[in-house]
């Protein structure tokens, strides 16, 4: 038999010996959130409801609390649960292969939603539906380096979560954009956990260090909330975000399109909050016939301006997040 029929074979097997014949309807799925330490994270949780309910999903949500020894016995109680799938959203990149075993010796399929994680193992899970996090750093550096071109522009940095793929990704595509500009300097870059209150607490200490703020010509936040953080922060300072200093930041959640309107934030980086819709669809096909998905089912990520923010904001601000 030659190799490829060989693989084939291998890859469907270990397919069917996780197949069974629930429908999306029947199913019970287990999915560790991280917690809610941002707009974007609460968003996702809420559209994770409505997407189960639609196809009438039972969809148990454990709150980790940040914390991934929460998510470790999260998942551990689902496989003692017998779920038909397992959704993790892994607070960090490393440290995840055991328990991932666990789950695939119960033949439980999982998902890895908006993060990825590092493993030489990639049979530990079943497709990871996520944005490309690399690219979203790029976004926001090219958009800084033509909005600076020719002009010399120190940044600060809030970094998100400190070992989460994110903040790793995020911190490396906005680093390679700016790379060949010399113009624009990272002068500091500190994580801010993705959360609004230590955006603020980290922008008020580089505010302090930097002249007043006055040595500071743009802030790239690795999400909004973080920036929004930034931008009260800059704000007590006396400065005019967005003006004084320019504001990029990434997720596109109703508060920053607000800040954008306002004229406080000039730029963000689309990341959907509906990671939980692409996952049950794998999950169901996959459950129904075997059909295996992609490693990595990629979501869009999109740059917006000023320009459309109002317009943005009325279309999302009630969608509860
Ligand atoms: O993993 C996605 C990131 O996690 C979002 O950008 C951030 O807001 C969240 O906390």
Redesign the pocket.
């Not at 330490?37 to 994270?41: F, I, Q, T």
């Not at 690795?222 to 909330?225: A, K, S, T, V, W």
């Given at each position: 038999m030659s190799t490829r029929k060989l693989l084939l074979g291998a890859v469907f097997s270990c397919a069917l010996s996780f197949a069974g014949a629930a429908a999306a309807a029947d199913m019970t799925i287990g999915f560790s959130q991280?917690g809610s330490?941002?707009?974007?994270?609460a968003a996702e949780t809420s559209v994770s409801k409505i997407e189960a309910e639609k196809r009438g999903i039972d969809l148990k949500i454990a709150d980790a609390q940040q914390k991934q020894e929460n998510q470790i016995k999260a998942i551990r109680s689902f496989i003692a649960q017998g779920v038909d799938a397992i959704f993790v959203?892994p607070v960090v990149a490393t440290g995840w292969d055991d328990v991932l075993g666990e789950a695939k010796d119960a033949e439980i399929p999982v998902v890895l939603l908006?993060?990825t994680i590092d493993t030489k193992d990639d049979s530990l899970y079943l497709t990871a539906v996520t944005s490309d996090t690399v690219h979203e750093g790029a976004v926001a550096g090219e958009w800084l380096a033509k909005e600076v071109a020719g002009k010399d522009c120190n940044v600060v940095e809030l970094q998100?979560?400190v070992g989460?793929?994110?903040a790793i990704n995020r911190k490396k595509g906005f680093d390679e954009a700016i790379a060949s500009h010399s113009n624009i300097k990272l002068i500091r870059s500190q994580t801010g956990d993705?959360t609004r209150t230590k955006g603020k607490e980290v922008m008020e200490s580089f505010i302090k260090a930097e002249g007043g703020g006055k040595n500071i010509c743009a802030v790239y936040a690795?999400?909004?909330?973080m920036q929004i953080g930034a931008i009260q922060a800059i704000k007590e300072a006396g400065l005019k975000p967005g003006t004084d200093i320019l504001m990029v930041s990434?997720?596109a959640v109703p508060d920053i399109f607000k800040a954008m309107a306002d004229g406080e934030a000039n730029a963000t980086v689309e990341?959907t909050p509906n990671m939980a819709g692409p996952a049950f669809d794998a999950v169901a096909a996959f459950k129904a016939d075997g059909t295996v998905p992609p490693k990595w089912i990629q979501t869009e990520s999109k740059l917006y301006l000023p320009d459309t923010a109002q317009a943005e904001y009325e279309a999302r601000k009630d969608l509860g997040y």
């Open positions: 991280i330490e941002s707009g974007w994270r959203a908006d993060r998100g979560t989460s793929s994110p993705f690795h999400n909004d909330d990434i997720d990341l």
